[in-house]
């Protein structure tokens, strides 16, 4: 059964104070703006994305095998602002069946009070306000609207600034971040259960419950002992991971494995799926790759905090884990990955590919 988009109901709890996020954000933004875009650009932006990615959905299907059981994408090309806030509306729909599981039990109303709810809020509005000054685009799984319509954001001073400082063709460069996305939305749309999955574990993961004193000092002498080996104990999901139960770091493992593949497939069919069609992806690639390691030792703490580096790793994992299966038994190999969760890889099978190639027959299939 298909698992519904909850409305947000108006007087149920909330995990974050949402109003509080936005404001931030919007605070935070005032303080480094990004130039305007003129109507010109904006027209522009807007009719080469609409093309890019009906042009990109027929490119990726083509390339995975992957078709969309839904109707096309819609292409919203937005500033920073209409980013933070689509991503504030898409967050508090996403986490609205966590806050009242939560909100069922004594101890979870505690912790919903104004004070910690109003933090939290801070807190993501910094967040979304800097990250809203580095992304290009973003696929937003959950419909925008009554008919089920989902949206591909296109975030339209990020990608004129990038195009202008780097002497970027435009329409080659916006085919190219279209595939990314639309591979995104086809690995939703085109993946019966991959959506219903996916929500599953955001619940699964969204568990407040704190663990008790004994495990969290458990978890502070491992970070010690991680420390004196020379190792950063936030390397592997930021402070979430260093607190979490063990129930909750297996639902994080299952988390970061999903989106190491989703992420590195959506990087390796960016490639693909535009050769012939984007000379120049091999220079937008390399840019992509610099634009993720460049960060402020301020901003690289701000990371490993919150568990983003672990993301940044994601991209070279999977992709390192999708190439090697396509080299074992070519795309309907990788195929076998979509045919139900348990044909996922692991955390540890997306570090070590050969492990799931030949979990999946790929070595016999290869051999054949």
Excluded at 240 to 248: M, S, T
Aim: hydrophobic content about 45%; proline content about 6%.
């Amino acid at each position: 059964m298909s698992r519904q988009v909850d409305v947000v109901d108006d007087d149920a709890p909330e995990i974050v104070a949402w109003d509080v996020a936005a404001r931030v954000a919007r605070q935070a933004l005032r303080l480094s703006p990004a130039p305007p875009l003129s109507p010109a650009e904006a027209a522009s932006l807007r009719d080469d994305f609409a093309d890019a990615t009906a042009r990109a959905e027929l490119l990726v299907a083509e390339a995975t095998g992957l078709v969309p059981l839904s109707g096309p994408g819609h292409a919203l090309v937005t500033d920073r602002a209409g980013w933070v806030e689509a991503n504030v509306s898409s967050f508090r729909r996403l986490l609205a069946p966590v806050a009242r599981r939560v909100a069922a039990t004594p101890r979870g109303r505690r912790a919903l009070n104004p004070f910690s709810r109003a933090a939290a809020g801070a807190e993501v509005g910094l967040l979304l306000a800097w990250m809203s000054g580095r992304v290009l685009g973003q696929y937003d799984l959950l419909p925008v609207d009554e008919a089920g319509a989902d949206a591909v954001y296109f975030v339209g001073p990020n990608i004129r600034e990038l195009e202008r400082r780097h002497g970027f063709p435009a329409a080659e460069f916006r085919l190219w971040i279209a595939l990314h996305e639309v591979t995104h939305r086809l690995q939703f749309t085109g993946v019966p259960w991959m959506r219903d999955y996916f929500l599953g574990l955001v619940e699964r993961s969204a568990d407040l419950r704190a663990p008790d004193v004994a495990a969290l000092l458990d978890s502070l002498r491992r970070a010690a002992t991680e420390v004196r080996a020379g190792r950063n104990p936030l390397e592997e999901g930021g402070i979430v991971a260093l607190i979490a139960g063990e129930e909750q770091l297996a639902t994080l493992r299952e988390i970061q494995a999903l989106m190491s593949l989703l992420e590195g497939h959506g990087d390796v069919v960016m490639s693909s799926a535009g050769r012939g069609e984007v000379p120049g992806a091999e220079r937008f690639a390399a840019l992509l790759r610099q634009r993720r390691a460049e960060v402020g030792p301020v901003a690289r703490v701000l990371r490993q905090l919150l568990g983003i580096e672990s993301k940044m790793r994601q991209y070279a994992q999977g992709e390192r884990f999708v190439e090697a299966v396509l080299a074992a038994g070519g795309p309907p190999l990788l195929l076998r990955a979509w045919e139900s969760p348990a044909m996922l890889p692991s955390i540890e099978e997306i570090r070590t590919p050969e492990r799931w190639v030949q979990r999946a027959g790929g070595r016999a299939e290869a051999s054949a």
